[in-house]
């Protein structure tokens, strides 16, 4: 397969505590989507670039557990996975230190423990994962429904 590309772009205006941007995606499923100091450090409406790390990371492992569980023989019948992007400041910066997925899954004729080594192998599995992984610590807590 040849290689694939995505692209999204950001364009910023003003400095960092007054300043707004907006993000957009080549699809267009993000279409000058507002962010700005309070959407990233304060509870204000819009998003920002953690949230969309941890989407990004949410549907990537949803993808690559589900694909690891067919590869074993089992049939997903949900998975759900939601992904908490950590920020901490660190001396006088802020560092994304962590990320934690919870993992829910509904899958036939499979128990815990299997449902739980098989999520630490779509760990490995998943590109989202492999990127961050370098840099990061990444918990995972699963939960077989």
């Known amino acids: ?34 962010y700005s100091f309070a959407t990233r450090f304060e509870d204000k409406p819009g998003t920002n670039p953690e949230e969309l790390i941890a989407a990004a990371h949410a549907g990537c492992y949803a993808m690559a557990f589900s694909d690891t569980l067919a590869q074993k023989g089992y049939t997903p019948q949900s998975i759900e996975v939601t992904a908490a992007c950590v920020m901490e400041k660190q001396g006088g910066d802020f560092a994304i230190t962590k990320m934690k997925l919870q993992v829910k899954g509904s899958v036939e004729k499979i128990d815990e423990d299997t449902f739980l080594a098989i999520a630490k192998e779509a760990d490995k599995e998943c590109p989202v994962s492999n990127l961050l992984r370098p840099g990061l610590k990444i918990e995972l807590k699963t939960e077989l429904i």
């Open 1 to 34: 397969m040849s290689e694939i590309i995505r692209k999204s772009n950001a364009v910023w205006k003003g400095d960092l505590k007054n300043g707004k941007g907006k993000i957009s995606s080549e699809s267009n499923v993000l279409n000058e989507v507002s």
